[in-house]
């Protein structure tokens, strides 16, 4: 699974996100996830690939655990 927020304009995608500057419900996906026991590998297309697939990495695990998580989500940006 390959996993990133994305921007958008009239046409569609422009460019990667990262999961921070991102709309996208990423951690909400982490939990359908794990609630579902669905196997596999997440892949981090984000512009600091990196940091957001420690981020997810991290989120998963304590989702795991039944630790709460923090959910943020930017304002939303109107297509121009």
Known sequence: IHLSG???GKRGEIKHLSLGKSEFPWEEVLEVLKD????????SESPILEEDAILMRDTYRALLEGKEIRRKRPKQKKLV
Do not use: P
Request: proline share 0%; hydrophobic share 55%.
């Open 6 to 8: 994305m921007e958008y």
């Open 36 to 43: 579902f026991g669905v196997k596999g590998v997440v892949i």
